[in-house]
Every structure is written in C-alpha cells, then in structure tokens.
C-alpha cells in the first residue's frame, strides 16, 4: 500500500507516525518532509499547494491513499482536483472546506439550522461594523471570515477594544484578504474543548477530546498562536456531554451541510466552549488540529487507516468503532523566539539522546529541516514533545522535562501545558 500525507508540520508527523503503526509494510510519502519525518517517510519534492503536479504523482504511483493535513490546500480545491482524476484522497471538498475557509459561511450554516453557537453579524463596511459595536457594546469576539493561520482572531472585553478591531481588520486590512469581512460575535466563557469526528458525510465517529492551550504564554497571557501544547483525554468530555456534542453538534452539522449541497467528508473538527447553558460552537475547522492530533493519535489503539481509507473510497462508516488506550497525552510545543510574531530560522537544534528511548516520550517536528545531517529550525513551531503517562499530571512532568532536552537558540515553551486539568485532579482528590 503506498499512502501520501499532504502537509509537512507537525500534525503530519503525526498522522505519518500513527499510519506507520496502522501499517507497518506500507510505503509512505509526504510533501517535502520535516527534519524529523526522513525515518517514517520519503520526502517529495513538492509542495503541498502544487496540487496540479501532486495529482499527476499519485496517478503514476497509483497511490492507494492521501490525507490532507492543512487547511490551504484544502481550501484551494485539492479534493475536488483529486476525486475528478478518481484518485483515493481523505478531506473535504472546496465547498465543504469552506466550514473553515469562511467564518461568515459557518455562523450561517449553524444559524439556519439551529447549531448552538453565539449571537453574531458579519460586516464588510468599517463603518457599519463600529456603529453595530458601539450600540450593541462589549464584550465581543472579532473574527477575521477567511483563514488567517489561528490569528485572525480577537478577544475584546469593551466595546472599545472591538470598535479597534473592525477598524484594523477592515479598515487597515490587518489580515489582507482573509479580513474583508468580519464575524463579530458574543464573547462565550467557559473552557475550550476540541472534538475531532471522522465523517463519511453521514455518520460520525466522535474522537478522543482535548483541549488545546492557544495564548503564547503560561497562564492564558500573551497573543493567540497556531496552539502552544495540549492534553487529552478531558475529564469535563463525559460521555453524557460527548453524547449531547454528537446530537446537537456533530450529526446536525454533517447533515446540514449535505442538506446544502456541500457533503463533508473527511475529519470535522468542532473547536468548542463549554458554558454554562451547554457546548457551543466556537469555530469549525476542515481538518485535524495542531497540535492536538499530537495527543490524540498516540492514545489511539483502533486503526486510523480503517476509516480514513474507507472515507477516501467513499464507503460508509456506520458500524465502525474507534478504540483508545487507558492513561494520558500532553504535547508540549516548542517554539522559535519571537513566535507568534517574526522569528529566525536556521538555527541548529539539538536532541538528547536519550529523549524518546523509553517509548513514552514521541517527539513530532514541525519547522525542522536537515541540512546534510545537521538540524535546524525551519518554522515558529519547531516541535511538539508528546508524553504518555498514567495521568495528565505525570504526562505533564514528562514532556516538561522532555522539552528541556531540546535546545535551540531563543527556545520557549509553555511549562503549564494541562493545568486546567491537573487542577480539577487536585480538587477532587486525585
Ligand atoms: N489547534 C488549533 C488548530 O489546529 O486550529
């Protein structure tokens, strides 16, 4: 079986480690690779976005499967370019991406039919967008409608705050195309949890919950990043709430997006708030999350081949269940300093060797790259270090200590991954 991960960060070397258990004879490739995927697979020398020359390979390689990581290439068409040449790909179409692609699409689509999320408007116009501000008031949440790399978004406490933000979104373009129309929306409270579902476009396969930790300092201080770590499984996940997430989330979202003419095949991420009135949807993403596939995957005991091949085919899912291991994940992800704004690149990275030996600790690159031998970093995020343990406190300790052992010039991480957490362990005992 020869298999394709589009996408080189992180959360493909995830999706490259899991798939190489899954299928241990399997040949597997992935669109140029990271300084830590050289070991699972081999690195083609095409970019994720060259869909036209990616399509061509597969076909001549007869490539029995590719998953999609990001969401640009999705966004862009690939699945769409894929299924006309009848070749296996997992991920949803352009129309079906647009869950993500286009905020104001998402609040539409879960306004119509009776999706729990908050109260919103979309604007186009400065100056409408900050008369509606000023008379409806803080505190609000500004979103940029198109992707915007988990930046595009503000949290604004006064009604001055937001008045700012429509200003630099749509009268400063602070994020170019992606800022042209604004969803500004009631601030939820509560904790964040974020649900993966493999889908069919029918049925659901609900996975192991996390949370993720998106603020670049410890403490939910500092901007909002592409995600600085995250653990699961989430003790607030029962399976009473999973249960009212599937009903009222899940299932209602794949049916109304077939119900619209925009089938969603592929993984469903819900990124959502759980208030006091129950979850609602913060924000839907086309595709896995970073870096929460870096715990999701290594507590996973079932097959991801099984359903991901079986969505590519376009077979049904119903009647297939996913199994998870006992005991916890937490990923700590390292980041370039300057990260989430600019940032070097090219710095060496070293390793401990020893980091990884014991099999409960996984180290999954992300901006890495080997140079004849030698790593350096490539990107903000440079790695996510997983460790498994009996509990989220002990995974915690282990992928702090884990992180300490890789170093690179301007090196931080967040030292608090799980705390949330390790909190409610301590109040109830644990
Ligand atoms: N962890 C957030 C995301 O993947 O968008």
Known sequence: MKILIVGNGGREHALLWKLRQDA??????????NGGTGALATALPLDAGEIQALA?????????????????PLAAGIVDHFAGRRLPVFGPTQ???????????????????????????????????????REHGGPLVVKASGLAAGKGVVICETTEQAVAAVREMLGGH????????????????G??????ALTDGRHVLPMLPAQDHKRVGEGETGPNTGG?????????????????????????????????????????????????????????????????TQVVLPLMASSLLDPLLAVARGESIEGMAL???????????????????????????????AIGSGGDVIVFHAGTRDE?????????????????????????????????????????????????EIERAEVHGA
């Open 24 to 33: 241990p004879d399997a040949e597997l490739f992935i669109t140029r690779g």
């Open 56 to 72: 061509g390979w597969v076909e001549r390689e007869a490539v029995d499967l590719t998953v999609v990581g990001p969401e640009a």
């Open 95 to 133: 129309a079906a991406a647009e869950i993500e692609s286009s905020k104001a699409f998402a609040k539409g689509l879960m306004q119509r039919h009776g999706i729990p999320t908050a109260a919103y408007r979309c604007f186009d116009k400065a100056g409408a967008a900050e008369s509606w501000v």
């Open 174 to 189: 602070a994020f170019g195309v992606a800022g042209r129309e604004v969803v500004v929306e009631d601030l939820m409270r």
């Open 191 to 196: 904790e964040e949890l974020s649900v993966f």
């Open 228 to 292: 600085m770590g995250a653990y699961a499984p989430v003790s607030l996940a029962t399976p009473e709430l999973m249960a009212r997430v599937t009903e009222q989330i899940l299932l209602p979202t794949v049916a109304a997006m077939e119900e619209e003419g925009r089938p969603f095949r592929g993984l469903l991420y819900a990124g959502l708030m759980l208030t006091e009135e129950g979850p609602k949807v913060v924000e839907f993403n086309c595709r896995f999350g970073d870096p929460e």
């Open 323 to 353: 199994e998870w291991k006992p005991g916890a994940a937490v990923a700590t992800v390292l980041a370039s300093g300057g990260y989430p704004g600019d940032y070097r690149t090219g710095l060496p990275v070293e390793i401990d060797a």
């Open 372 to 420: 004849d031998g030698v790593l350096l970093t490539a990107g903000g995020r440079v790695a996510a270090v997983t460790a498994l343990a009996p509990t989220v406190r002990e995974a915690a300790a282990r992928s702090r200590r884990a992180a300490e052992g890789i170093r690179f010039a301007g090196r931080h991480f967040r030292g608090d991954v799980g705390w949330r």
